[in-house]
């Protein structure tokens, strides 16, 4: 359900809700903004093949009708922890599971080349299809409680929704690293390391919301996110590893950055290659399941 917080939110300003509040997705809108809202928080706010759908038919509609974007999820703990992985395997390869990925795809590609400003607020987690629902986006906002992380190679999978687009272009090979040990970031290292483009008290995420559903010019976008953005001068949690990050993911293979990594030599460097060894073995053995799968049908 949508939770007495969220609603204080959204009400003053969009009145009655266009959807029950019972749905998955809350998509709502004033005359000139829309406003999406996660509304699963029981399962993390995770995505489905039905929240996928409304989220896209939302996002096509709005881009020519209103001047901006909101999207949040309901809760405390999670913007969105990414899909629904459980429901998927249930499902096993239906339809509808195959459908899941190709729309879920096909909407990263929407919010990366949409043409109005879209501002995810991505207070809590954020994993896997939520930051592909958020990173794609020209702004996101992290908070202290958010947890960032692409972790799908733990699963076998590779790091999807637009990993490969956006992991290449983190400074000092991070992407690669974070795309290979599905390492988790927190809080103010989120935009430390150039996910996040803007940090804001979880406290003023209400008031960051009512100031943006203000605006009387999407030009002022820019100015109202500065306006909240506040961050320490706390170092990157990862800077006393940025020279060994850079040196041994700098490779076109894994197993030249196993390589560099055995090198290195380092405590460190010996603990990230415990992990992606662990997940190349893992991501081999789902190969080898895909194969065999294949041939006995």
């Known amino acids: 359900m949508l939770t007495r917080r969220a609603v204080s939110s959204i009400v003053p ?3 009655v809700l266009r959807n029950r509040m019972s749905t998955n997705v809350i998509a709502s809108d004033s ?26 038919k939302s996002l096509k509609k709005w881009e020519t009708t209103k001047s901006l974007v909101v999207v949040k999820g309901t809760g405390e703990k999670s913007f969105c922890a990414g899909g629904d992985v459980r429901a998927l395997v249930e499902a096993g390869p239906t339809y509808e599971s195959k459908s899941f990925f190709k729309e879920e795809y096909a909407m990263n590609s929407l919010i990366g080349n949409y043409t109005i400003p879209y501002i995810a607020l991505i207070d809590g987690i954020t994993m896997g299809g939520g930051v592909g629902l958020s990173v794609h986006g020209k702004y996101r906002v992290a908070t202290e409680r958010t947890l960032f ?51 804001c008290e979880s406290s003023q995420i209400l008031e960051l919301e009512r100031a943006l559903l203000d605006i009387k010019d999407a030009d002022d976008v820019d100015d109202v996110l500065k306006s909240f953005h506040k961050i320490s ?15 041994c993911f700098n490779a076109g293979s894994v197993e030249e950055i196993f390589s560099n990594l055995e090198r290195d030599g380092s405590e460190w460097a010996q603990k990230t290659l415990k992990i992606d060894s662990a997940f190349l073995f893992i991501f081999a053995f789902a190969l080898l399941v895909i194969a065999k799968s294949k041939h006995d049908t």
Do not use: C
């Not at 005359?31 to 896209?56: C, H, Q, W, Y």
């Not at 970031?185 to 430390?192: A, F, N, W």
């Not at 800077?239 to 060994?244: C, D, N, R, T, V």
């Open 13 to 15: 300003r969009f009145g």
């Open 31 to 56: 005359s000139d903004k829309g406003f999406l809202i996660l509304n699963r928080p029981k399962a993390l706010n995770a995505l489905n093949l039905e929240m996928v759908r409304k989220i896209t």
């Open 149 to 199: 992380a692409m972790p799908e190679t733990a699963i076998g999978l590779f790091p999807d929704v637009g990993g490969s687009f956006f992991l290449p272009k983190l400074k000092d090979h991070l992407g690669m690293y974070l795309g290979l040990t599905g390492y988790r970031l927190k809080g103010e290292d989120v935009h430390r390391a150039g996910i996040a483009t803007h940090f």
């Open 233 to 247: 001068d706390k170092d990157f949690v990862l800077k006393p590893h940025l020279q060994q990050i850079t040196k």
